[in-house]
């Protein structure tokens, strides 16, 4: 395939006649078979789905390629968010790729130093601001809504849009959804597209079943499984390090929908 989210599941997406259908080869990633945990487990359909081999190296930037096609088709000069991870990345790639400017808003003192280091190299305008991620977003807020500038954060319904294909791509791969299906949750964003892709993938008829949603928070930042959120939340896994996620609600609902649970592991 290589055609990229937009291309091949265009019919499910927001897409129009305006929309650029861009691409950076994001998608279509493997569904690996596990050879030593599954087995281990008892459990020898396993799968591991390397999200890792999209182009900026996460998920992300499935979403991303349709933010960015819908604010080109919005003429929109550039996007904004408030990160310092895997988002500013993506949205510095896809930027530079479609000829618009990029300004990554991040919290001073909380850098992931890697990951800026890949929104830079992009040519992204790196924004210092003196206070916390929320601070950020808020300021990323005002300004979006005053120019026609993009927030590309994942309040931005099209990102939850793009990342659903990878529930189409695991259906398509297996034929029916999994029993069950493991995610990392952070702000809850990739956990809620998911389980809109298996739900769209039911309703169409294209898949038979659901399945149980299994999410996963570091013990030091769980505000799902605690119930509240968490003012300092810590965890070395820095793409879940999130106190109060935005898509809270909704991954409460996957959650229960499914039948699945949302639980806290390590730190
Ligand atoms: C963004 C991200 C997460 C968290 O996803 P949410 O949608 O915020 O729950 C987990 N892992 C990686 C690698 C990420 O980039």
């Not at 904004?80 to 896809?94: F, H, K």
């Amino acid at each position: 395939m290589g055609t990229g989210v937009l291309e091949r599941y265009r019919d499910l997406l927001p897409v129009n006649e305006e929309t650029p259908i861009i691409s950076m080869g994001e998608g279509d990633t493997p569904l690996v078979r596990s050879r030593h945990l599954g087995p281990e487990l008892g459990c020898p359909d396993l799968f591991f789905k390397l999200e890792g081999c999209n182009p900026t190296g996460s998920f992300k930037d499935r979403g991303m390629v349709v933010a960015i096609a819908k604010a080109m088709e919005e003429n929109s000069v550039g996007v904004m968010c408030a990160s310092t991870g895997n988002t500013s990345a993506s949205a510095a790639a896809y930027s530079a790729y479609c000829g618009l400017a990029a300004w990554v808003l991040i919290p001073k003192g909380e850098v992931a130093l890697g990951k800026l280091a890949q929104a830079m190299a992009y040519g992204a305008r790196i924004l210092l601001v003196d206070g916390n991620f929320d601070a950020a977003l808020a300021l990323v807020r005002e300004f979006t809504d005053n120019n026609p500038i993009t927030l590309v954060n994942s309040v931005n319904p099209h990102r939850i849009e793009g990342q659903k294909t990878a529930a189409f791509e695991v259906s398509d791969i297996l034929g029916d959804a999994p029993d069950y299906l493991f995610i990392p949750v952070g702000n809850a964003g990739n956990i809620t597209a998911y389980w809109r892709g298996f739900v769209e993938y039911h309703q169409l008829g294209q898949n038979d079943t659901l399945p149980k949603m299994m999410g996963f928070q570091a013990a030091g930042a769980a505000p799902i499984v605690l119930g509240k959120p968490v003012a300092f939340p810590q965890t070395i896994a820095s793409a879940i390090r999130i106190g109060n996620p935005a898509s809270w609600k909704q991954a409460e609902r996957a959650r229960d929908q499914s039948g699945g649970t949302i639980d806290s592991v390590y730190r």
